[in-house]
Structures are given as C-alpha cells and as structure tokens.
C-alpha cells in the first residue's frame, strides 16, 4: 500500500485547510485510517482516525470539534478537514493505515506499518 498526502499549505489562524490522503497499491476499504502530525523538535502525536466503516472516529483533544476525518472507500481517499486552524496545529501531517482489526482505534506510531510521507501545514498568528 502507497499512501499520498495533500492539500497542506500556509494558512492565518482561524483558517481552513482540507487533507487528502490517496492510497495505491491495494484497496483500504477495510483498514484503518489515521492521521498523525509532528512538529519541530516533537514527538509525532495522533491526531484523528476512522474504522473502516467510518461510523467510529477518534481525535486528540486539542482538535475537537475543529477537525472532522472521513474517508470515500470507493476514491481509496480519506481526508481531513482542519477549522479554526491555530499556530500550535504547525506540524507535518502523515496519513497511515493499518490493516489489523484492532477494536478500538490505535493512537501509537508503531501499531501502523503504512505511511504517507507527510504534508506541511503551517498557520500562522
């Protein structure tokens, strides 16, 4: 599995910004989908993630109730999308997959063994 990510950029707080992570290679209709991101000097941290059937969701607290993770399991895409964008949300953002069907959504870097090579995402103040 290949997994692309898209869509970061410079952003003023209180911006929008939409992530798109495109996997190749193999169908991802029944992994699970994640988003992390990582910033200077800082470990990477989990960010939001999403089952298969995308009924279940899961996000840091820091971003909740501003970022919203879906995915289109006919496009192989999911996507993130970043509200009310803050200095403190600057970091890379990686998508990942794994196809482990853990119960609940896994929030540790070493559970997934896909990854996408990151985007930059930059809001400033």
């Known amino acids: 599995v290949q997994l692309q990510a898209s869509g970061g950029g410079l952003v003023q707080a209180g911006g929008s910004l939409r992530l798109s992570c495109a996997a190749s290679?193999?169908?991802?209709?029944?992994?699970?989908m994640t988003w992390f991101r990582q910033a200077p000097g800082k470990e990477r941290e989990f960010v939001a993630g999403?089952?298969?059937?995308?009924?279940?969701?899961d996000y840091r607290d820091s971003v909740k109730g501003r970022f919203i993770i879906s995915r289109v399991n006919a496009e192989n895409t999911v996507y993130l999308q970043m509200n009310s964008l803050k200095p403190e949300d600057t970091a890379v953002y990686y998508c990942?997959?794994?196809?482990?069907?853990?119960?609940?959504?896994?929030?540790?870097?070493?559970?997934?063994?896909?990854w996408g090579q990151g985007t930059q995402v930059t809001v400033s103040s």
């Open positions: 990942a997959a794994t196809a482990r069907p853990y119960g609940q959504i896994p929030t540790t870097t070493t559970t997934y063994n896909y």
């Open positions: 290679g193999r169908t991802v209709n029944s992994y699970i």
């Open positions: 999403i089952v298969r059937t995308g009924v279940r969701k």
